[in-house]
């Protein structure tokens, strides 16, 4: 991997110092959540019916939501930013496959992968590098294909910076977070909000794109 920007080079560092801590606390996070299990459960049916290709879990950290994707029938790998996230990935889960790599950048042909997930991976990205990784979100996915971005929803106003556990991290209007990846090429087909639990801070955004075919835009 060539040198990462400053903002990426932090969070990958962050990330490097915590990792045994952080995936003891993300353990189990699934397990008291139906509503997030509903979600993943729902974006593993609608990808099933392209079978467009494997799918990619982006930011997967100890790979905890990897493997879950996994028993709900998918053919699936992680990419993380952090190397020693990686790795715990890897000696957690020894049959799935983890690579290092950045969501914006990733190492992989046009339209490889029938789905992604994105599950509070995007939530470190400054708001003006958003765009971006959403577009590299696009290339790889194959027409049709599904995107599940999960993310902390701001309740109004612009992304607002709030102070995560681990590095610096953004809320979005579920509305403006919709728009922008609608301007990238996705089709919206549903979305989630659920009010913070108990342990959390703020309410959870989920939303659910469909790649569209650039060629049908144009005949439309």
Do not use: N
Not at 126 to 131: A, C, F, K, M, S
């Amino acid at each position: 991997m060539t040198e990462l920007p400053t903002h990426l080079r932090a969070t990958s560092d962050a990330y490097d110092a915590v990792v045994v801590l952080y995936a003891d606390l993300a353990r189990d996070l699934l397990d008291g959540a139906p509503l997030d299990r509903s979600v993943l459960a729902a974006f593993a049916d609608l990808t099933r019916t392209t079978g467009a290709g494997p799918v990619a879990e982006l930011g997967c950290g100890p790979g905890y939501v990897t493997a879950h994707l996994r028993d709900l029938g998918l053919d699936v790998f992680g990419v993380d930013l952090s190397p020693a996230m990686v790795d715990f990935a890897r000696g957690a889960h020894p049959d799935l496959r983890f690579d290092v790599g950045s969501m914006d950048a990733l190492d992989l042909a046009d339209g490889a992968l029938g789905g992604i997930v994105s599950w509070y991976s995007v939530i470190h990205t400054p708001p003006r590098e958003l765009p971006s990784y959403l577009a590299e979100f696009r290339r790889v996915l194959a027409p049709g294909g599904t995107l599940l971005l999960a993310f902390f929803e701001a309740e109004g106003g612009p992304p607002a910076p709030f102070d995560h556990k681990v590095t610096t991290a953004y809320r979005w209007p579920i509305d403006d977070l919709a728009g922008m990846a609608r301007d990238a090429g996705f089709a919206e087909v549903g979305r989630m909000l659920r009010e913070p639990g108990a342990q959390e801070r703020f309410r959870r955004g989920h939303l659910l794109m469909r790649a569209e075919d650039p060629r049908a835009r144009i005949r439309a």
